[in-house]
């Protein structure tokens, strides 16, 4: 009968119960919304920076990090491979070799970053591949074909077929250059991709650098989505040995891994500002509510409803508006997370010039996505929330006086 | 005397401090026994309403003590007092004080709803209750689609249902017409005399006061008269 008697007593003001329980709900809505939004986000950015760099985990020498030259290799990687592979949690691995170095075509040269690949591995993962704008993507591992970035093609007068040089600092330290043809060309929207980016068959690559078949630069290790990360992070170093480092991608990406966080933080930050206006709401309504009922409340103790009972009811009350509310916030946010997940959400025309963060492309095609424990996370913060503000206008409760509430 | 159910001794509550202190009742010692039907009386501000909620725990005593069946009343907390009325006490308002958004059986139910008396038993138990007071067939009509009279038979209802030893009664056919109020205290009356249930109201209605079968007279927060009323003296002396 409590259960029913704080039920009825909440919908004794239809209207206020309402616009309390939508104002909560649309709040939690917004949160849900916004939060599922940014973990899709920068989940897809994640998940492409990862396929298009070393992986989750980069197995490489350790001083490499600090001072990138073109002799610190990892040697042995077809065994070194075949070991990650057995892994638990680990779904595929990749070689690399980088160097930074200058590209020459026919009408002048720039600064740019060589990434040898498996292009029979890349074509599978890498989001460079998948946005080609013309030619095709790179083919056998020794070829000469390279792909370039639309920025930089345009810089250098380069169409799919031209001629291309390119000169870096070999392992041995002495300057190496070779000439490549250009295979195809790419646009991510990002400027730092399609300004500087030359992917090369890592054959050739090796080639260029002066490196053994069986060395590159890194070895990436890619886990399946949601494996814990550490636990990964120590059975690969324990395959990898004690002449090898292990880096998570946010230690080989630091300024793109402290972005995220930044971001992510502020979010969180601007969503727990969100969930406290819907607080202060519920804490008035309530407020309100214990207010106007004292005669109610008194008579229920002249009856002999002891004051902590009477706290109860009106705990209950909250607790259901809460259930409520959060019930329609999930309906509408969760529903509009889950919606924008399978259909995405197109933001060109809000970034014509294409989405880049920390010099990495985003799809902009943003897919929301809506964790169980997210959802879970944020109700039962709303909940406890609710409950929490109810506490202190029922305090005042004990403090009736039967005799005076009723007159 | 039947055994005493109600015993203050010596009460006095004032209100307010200093110069301003109003003495709602001085000294007053009295006795209910059990099974008495009676009318508490006086002109407004003579300490009725005071000494029903002395009675009931919902206030305290400046001096002296309230014992109601064998418990000191004055010495409980807000909780030990409301558990005390729970059990012991129901009550009837002048205003009713039905809970509109439950139904008459409902609000019937609410005392032995806060006993823990199972839904079903609850049930089993009020309906011949709302029966007796004139009210089948209304159990699931909520407050506001009754007349003032079936409300305050509700209220009567629900202060009976849980078979307390005391019913305290403020004015409770105040805000009645005549016939109302008749019939109310004729059913007050039966139900007395049936359940052996103590009432003791409060009325300043000289047809009320004629009713009860002891009337105390309270002015001025002194007990002024304490007997039979005069029509119940007349009736006993014929």
């Given at each position: 009968m409590l259960l029913s008697l704080s039920w009825r007593s909440l919908w004794r003001h239809r209207r206020r119960t309402l616009l309390t329980a939508s104002s909560i709900g649309l709040s939690l809505a917004l949160t849900v919304f916004f939060v599922a939004l940014?973990?899709?986000?920068?989940?897809?950015?994640?998940?492409?920076?990862?396929?298009?760099?070393?992986?989750?985990?980069?197995?490489?020498?350790?001083?490499?990090?600090?001072?990138?030259?073109?002799?610190?290799?990892?040697?042995?990687?077809?065994?070194?491979?075949?070991?990650?592979?057995?892994?638990?949690?680990?779904?595929?691995?990749?070689?690399?070799?980088?160097?930074?170095?200058?590209a020459s075509g026919s009408s002048g040269g720039a600064a740019v970053r060589i990434v040898g690949v498996e292009p029979a591995v890349e074509r599978a993962i890498s989001p460079i591949a998948r946005k080609l704008v013309a030619g095709a993507y790179l083919g056998a591992a020794g070829g000469r074909d390279v792909i370039v970035g639309?920025?930089?093609?345009?810089?250098?007068?380069?169409?799919?077929?031209?001629?291309?040089?390119?000169?870096?600092?070999?392992?041995?330290?002495?300057?190496?250059?070779?000439?490549?043809?250009v295979g195809g060309i790419f646009r991510t929207g990002s400027e730092e991709l399609d300004g500087h980016l030359v992917q090369v068959p890592i054959d050739a690559a090796r080639a260029l650098l002066g490196l053994r078949p069986e060395q590159a630069t890194r070895v990436g290790v890619l886990l399946a989505d949601g494996h814990p990360e550490a636990a990964a992070r120590a059975a690969v170093a324990a395959v990898a040995g004690a002449g090898l480092a292990v880096r998570t991608w946010q230690e080989v990406l630091p300024d793109l891994a402290a972005f995220i966080r930044v971001d992510t933080a502020s979010n969180y930050g601007l969503d727990t500002m969100l969930l406290l206006l819907a607080g202060f709401t519920i804490f008035n309504t309530l407020l309100m509510s214990v207010l106007e009922r004292r005669r109610e409340f008194g008579v229920m103790m002249a009856l002999g409803t002891t004051p902590r009972r009477v706290q109860a009811q009106v705990l209950v009350e909250s607790a259901l508006l809460a259930i409520l509310a959060c019930a329609l916030g999930l309906l509408?946010?969760?529903?509009?997370?889950?919606?924008?997940?399978?259909?995405?959400?197109?933001?060109?025309?809000?970034?014509?010039?294409?989405?880049?963060?920390?010099?990495?492309?985003?799809?902009?095609?943003?897919?929301?996505?809506?964790?169980?424990?997210?959802?879970?996370?944020?109700?039962?913060?709303v909940l406890v929330a609710v409950v929490l503000m109810a506490l202190v206008p029922i305090r005042s409760i004990p403090r009736i006086q039967p005799t005076e509430a009723m007159r | 005397m039947k055994e005493s159910l109600v015993v203050l001794s010596d009460v006095t509550r004032d209100y307010g401090t200093g110069g301003a202190v109003t003495h709602a009742l001085r000294g007053v010692s009295l006795e209910v026994g059990r099974g008495e039907f009676l009318a508490?009386?006086?002109?407004?501000?003579?300490?009725?309403?005071?000494?029903?909620?002395?009675?009931?725990?919902?206030?305290?005593?400046?001096?002296?003590?309230?014992?109601?069946?064998?418990?000191?009343?004055?010495?409980?907390?807000?909780a030990g007092a409301a558990l005390l009325r729970r059990d012991r006490i129901g009550f009837v308002f002048q205003a009713y004080n039905l809970f509109p958004i439950l139904t008459a059986a409902e609000n019937a139910e609410y005392v032995l709803m806060l006993q823990g008396v199972p839904a079903r038993e609850r049930r089993d138990r009020v309906l011949p209750v709302l029966a007796r007071v004139g009210l089948q067939g209304l159990a699931d009509r909520f407050p506001g689609e009754l007349s003032g009279?079936?409300?305050?038979?509700?209220?009567?209802?629900?202060?009976?249902?849980?078979?307390?030893?005391?019913?305290?009664?403020?004015?409770?056919?105040?805000?009645?017409?005549?016939?109302?109020?008749?019939?109310?205290?004729?059913?007050?009356?039966?139900?007395?005399?049936?359940?052996?249930?103590?009432f003791v109201f409060s009325t300043h209605d000289p047809r009320v006061m004629a009713r009860a079968r002891r009337l105390v007279v309270l002015r001025d927060g002194r007990i002024d008269q304490d007997g039979p009323p005069p029509a119940a003296s007349a009736g006993h002396a014929a």
């Open positions: 940014s973990d899709g986000f920068y989940g897809n950015l994640v998940q492409g920076v990862v396929r298009l760099e070393a992986g989750n985990l980069s197995v490489e020498r350790p001083d490499y990090h600090d001072a990138p030259e073109a002799g610190l290799v990892v040697d042995g990687v077809p065994a070194l491979r075949a070991r990650l592979a057995a892994i638990p949690g680990v779904v595929g691995t990749k070689a690399l070799v980088l160097a930074d170095g200058v639309a920025a930089l093609a345009r810089r250098l007068s380069l169409k799919v077929g031209a001629r291309l040089v390119l000169t870096t600092g070999a392992a041995s330290g002495d300057l190496a250059e070779q000439l490549f043809r509408v946010g969760g529903g509009a997370a889950v919606l924008g997940g399978w259909l995405g959400i197109d933001v060109r025309s809000f970034a014509s010039s294409g989405l880049d963060v920390g010099g990495f492309a985003i799809d902009p095609i943003l897919r929301p996505h809506l964790s169980a424990a997210l959802a879970l996370g944020l109700t039962t913060t | 508490v009386a006086g002109p407004s501000g003579s300490g009725k309403t005071t000494l029903l909620n002395l009675v009931s725990g919902l206030d305290r005593p400046t001096a002296g003590s309230v014992v109601v069946d064998g418990r000191a009343v004055d010495r409980l907390d807000a009279g079936q409300q305050q038979r509700v209220a009567i209802a629900r202060a009976i249902a849980s078979e307390p030893a005391l019913v305290l009664a403020d004015e409770p056919t105040a805000n009645l017409d005549s016939a109302t109020s008749e019939s109310l205290l004729e059913l007050m009356a039966e139900l007395n005399a049936e359940r052996n249930v103590t």
